[in-house]
């Protein structure tokens, strides 16, 4: 299951990434790659999280009661693990 | 008391900015202090500087000196600046980015303020109050400029620091806008040290930058901080206060600086170039309270009408320089064109009442993207209007109906975000685009920009 949802989250990432900035390849990422530094502007970032709460059905930013903003994409995924809703 | 009261009144080799160019100490921001104020005495001057230090240096010559002070960002469009500097009728640029000068309706053009020579005449008279005219933030056409004098813009500013150690205000706004001349001002009125780090670098890089240089104050929109949040270097910073302003703050980027940052006041601001700074909240909630209806702390008075917001004027005049466009009514009030609720003691902001979209602090006219998507070959109609992100505040987003199916869409909307990107500021470029077979219109038989 979390390997499905990490499978799904990189499919998202890399669609948005080549639609936002234009590029024909995304970057690879690991779990310690620094969000900001994929590339990927504050605009993206938010496009990203809408568009996988549309094929998701959930956005953990809203669902979240913890105060809390991701550094790095494994971070990121363990968010969006930690909030699925039941 | 002019700008240059406040700098003279400090020792000589104290620090008010540290910029790109270097270290600014007082003698060093009033070293041209006379002959700049006496060689632009009673002058409408345009002032174009990309550098904080230089810039400070050059206001305060001006305040008190000129008849008018037009501020220009470097970063505004080179067509927009003959509009500008009509409308203001200025007849001195200083420039340090504007290279197409021959076409200028000016009588002088400084390409740098070392350049200025003092006139031979001694004993120029400084005439006493300067307007300033800080443009506003309308991403359509020339931005308007609106009037303020140096009282209005520094109201809210507290000129004398509590005890303790001296604080240290980064600055990560253009300071030619409202937002970033207010934490200036705020650094020169306080005699206080501004930190200035460089403009072409990654967010990150600033962050560093501005945390080893222990920056303590700290001013920025919400999507700004939620970016903030996001770094590393964040937690090097050794914040004591933390203002939000430009955008909607919402309880989860409070919530997450309070976290972050235990120590540290978090202050929101509620402020416009047209209305100046209208109030603060310092409670770490979102919204404001509504005994700020009866009793603005501020001294600046709201009230609420028909579900909007509206706030007195405290900018010099009423209508935007150089045009017959009024913002405000014959008694002063503002409409925001911000919709609230109140609820439960509370002032809540819902959003923008006329579909104008406000992206990181950037406003977008949704009729502008329209048109433009629709001079796209393949697309038949399409409707644009702001969408809730819980990173952004708020995106642009479209719906479209092609003129042929739209397959899977990726390709499509690849193309349609490239085709819109050579034409639109990257701000007005939806992040959302969605095809669909036809468009919800509303009662009127227009298309419906409710937001969703």
Same mark, same amino acid.
């Given at each position: 299951?979390?390997?499905?949802?990490?499978?799904?989250?990189?499919?998202?990432?890399? #669609?948005?990434?080549?639609?936002?900035?234009?590029?024909?390849?995304? &970057?690879?990422?690991? #779990?310690?790659?620094?969000?900001?530094?994929?590339?990927?502007?504050?605009?993206?970032?938010?496009?990203?999280?809408?568009?996988?709460?549309?094929?998701?059905?959930?956005? &953990?930013?809203?669902?979240?009661?913890?105060?809390?903003? &991701?550094?790095?994409?494994?971070?990121?995924?363990?968010?969006?693990? #930690?909030?699925? &809703?039941? | 008391?002019?700008?240059?009261? *406040?700098?003279?009144?400090? $020792?000589?080799?104290?620090?008010?900015? !540290?910029?790109?160019?270097?270290?600014? @100490?007082?003698?060093?921001?009033?070293?041209?202090?006379?002959?700049?104020?006496?060689?632009?005495?009673?002058?409408?001057?345009?002032?174009?500087?990309?550098?904080?230090?230089?810039?400070?240096?050059?206001? @305060?010559?001006?305040?008190?000196?000129?008849?008018?002070?037009?501020?220009?960002?470097?970063?505004? /469009?080179?067509?927009?600046?003959?509009?500008?500097?009509?409308?203001?009728?200025?007849?001195?640029?200083?420039?340090?980015?504007?290279?197409?000068?021959?076409?200028? $309706?000016?009588?002088?053009? *400084?390409?740098? /303020?070392?350049?200025?020579?003092?006139?031979?005449?001694?004993?120029?008279?400084?005439?006493?109050?300067?307007?300033?005219?800080?443009?506003?933030?309308?991403?359509?056409?020339?931005?308007?400029?609106?009037?303020?004098?140096?009282?209005?813009?520094?109201?809210?500013?507290?000129?004398?620091?509590?005890?303790?150690?001296?604080?240290?205000?980064?600055?990560?706004?253009?300071?030619?806008?409202?937002?970033?001349?207010?934490?200036?001002?705020? =650094?020169?009125?306080?005699?206080?040290?501004?930190?200035?780090? /460089?403009?072409?670098?990654?967010?990150?890089?600033?962050? =560093?930058?501005?945390?080893?240089?222990?920056?303590?104050?700290?001013?920025?929109?919400?999507?700004?901080?939620?970016?903030?949040?996001?770094?590393?270097?964040?937690?090097?910073?050794?914040?004591?206060?933390?203002?939000?302003?430009?955008?909607?703050?919402?309880?989860?980027?409070?919530?997450?600086?309070?976290?972050? *940052?235990?120590? =540290? %006041?978090?202050?929101?601001?509620?402020?416009?170039?047209?209305?100046?700074?209208?109030?603060?909240?310092?409670? %770490?909630?979102?919204?404001?309270?509504?005994?700020?209806?009866?009793?603005? /702390?501020?001294?600046?008075?709201?009230?609420?009408?028909?579900?909007?917001?509206?706030?007195?004027?405290?900018?010099?005049?009423?209508?935007?320089?150089?045009?017959?466009?009024?913002?405000? @009514?014959? !008694?002063?009030?503002?409409?925001?064109?911000?919709?609230?609720?109140?609820?439960?003691?509370?002032?809540?902001?819902?959003? %923008?009442?006329?579909?104008?979209?406000?992206?990181?602090?950037?406003?977008?006219?949704?009729?502008?993207?329209?048109?433009?998507?629709?001079?796209?070959?393949?697309?038949?109609?399409?409707?644009?209007?702001?969408?809730?992100?819980?990173?952004?505040?708020?995106?642009?987003?479209?719906?479209?109906?092609?003129?042929?199916?739209?397959?899977?869409?990726?390709?499509?909307?690849?193309?349609?975000?490239?085709?819109?990107?050579?034409?639109?500021?990257?701000?007005?470029?939806?992040?959302?685009?969605?095809?669909?077979?036809?468009?919800?219109?509303?009662?009127?038989?227009?298309?419906?920009?409710?937001?969703?």
């Amino acid at each position: 299951m979390a390997a499905d949802l990490k499978a799904r989250i990189v499919k998202v990432f890399e #669609d948005v990434f080549k639609e936002h900035t234009q590029a024909t390849t995304a &970057p690879s990422l690991n #779990d310690d790659s620094v969000l900001l530094e994929t590339g990927l502007d504050s605009l993206g970032f938010a496009i990203l999280v809408i568009r996988l709460e549309e094929e998701l059905g959930y956005d &953990p930013f809203v669902l979240s009661s913890e105060a809390y903003y &991701p550094q790095t994409f494994g971070d990121l995924i363990r968010f969006y693990e #930690d909030n699925q &809703p039941q | 008391m002019k700008l240059q009261a *406040y700098l003279a009144q400090l $020792p000589g080799d104290k620090v008010l900015a !540290d910029t790109p160019t270097g270290t600014w @100490t007082a003698s060093r921001l009033l070293e041209n202090y006379h002959a700049w104020a006496q060689a632009l005495s009673g002058r409408k001057v345009a002032v174009q500087l990309a550098d904080p230090g230089l810039g400070i240096g050059v206001l @305060t010559a001006l305040d008190g000196a000129a008849a008018s002070i037009t501020l220009l960002s470097p970063a505004l /469009p080179p067509e927009h600046l003959p509009k500008l500097l009509e409308h203001a009728q200025c007849d001195i640029l200083l420039s340090d980015t504007t290279a197409a000068t021959d076409e200028l $309706p000016l009588s002088d053009v *400084y390409l740098h /303020p070392d350049e200025i020579r003092p006139p031979d005449t001694k004993g120029v008279e400084y005439s006493s109050s300067t307007d300033w005219h800080l443009a506003t933030s309308g991403t359509t056409g020339v931005p308007k400029l609106v009037s303020h004098s140096l009282a209005s813009l520094v109201r809210t500013t507290k000129v004398r620091q509590p005890t303790g150690q001296e604080p240290r205000w980064g600055l990560l706004y253009d300071y030619t806008r409202f937002a970033g001349l207010q934490v200036l001002l705020q =650094a020169v009125l306080a005699g206080s040290r501004l930190i200035a780090p /460089p403009v072409d670098v990654p967010l990150r890089t600033k962050i =560093a930058h501005l945390a080893a240089a222990g920056c303590t104050h700290l001013s920025a929109t919400p999507t700004m901080w939620r970016k903030i949040a996001m770094t590393p270097e964040a937690r090097e910073l050794p914040l004591r206060q933390i203002t939000l302003g430009g955008e909607i703050a919402d309880d989860r980027i409070l919530n997450s600086l309070a976290a972050i *940052y235990p120590t =540290a %006041r978090v202050v929101h601001i509620y402020a416009s170039t047209e209305a100046g700074v209208g109030f603060s909240v310092k409670d %770490r909630q979102s919204g404001f309270p509504t005994s700020y209806l009866d009793d603005p /702390p501020e001294g600046v008075a709201l009230r609420i009408a028909d579900g909007r917001l509206f706030i007195k004027n405290t900018a010099v005049r009423s209508s935007y320089v150089g045009t017959d466009i009024g913002f405000g @009514t014959e !008694d002063g009030w503002i409409e925001t064109g911000d919709n609230v609720t109140v609820k439960g003691g509370r002032v809540h902001f819902l959003g %923008r009442a006329s579909g104008l979209i406000n992206v990181g602090g950037d406003k977008v006219y949704p009729e502008e993207v329209e048109t433009i998507l629709m001079s796209h070959s393949d697309v038949h109609a399409a409707r644009v209007f702001g969408r809730a992100s819980s990173i952004m505040g708020t995106v642009v987003a479209a719906e479209v109906v092609l003129n042929h199916p739209p397959g899977d869409g990726t390709e499509m909307r690849r193309e349609l975000k490239k085709f819109l990107g050579m034409r639109l500021a990257p701000a007005k470029v939806p992040a959302i685009i969605n095809f669909v077979e036809d468009l919800a219109l509303n009662a009127t038989g227009k298309v419906s920009r409710d937001a969703s």
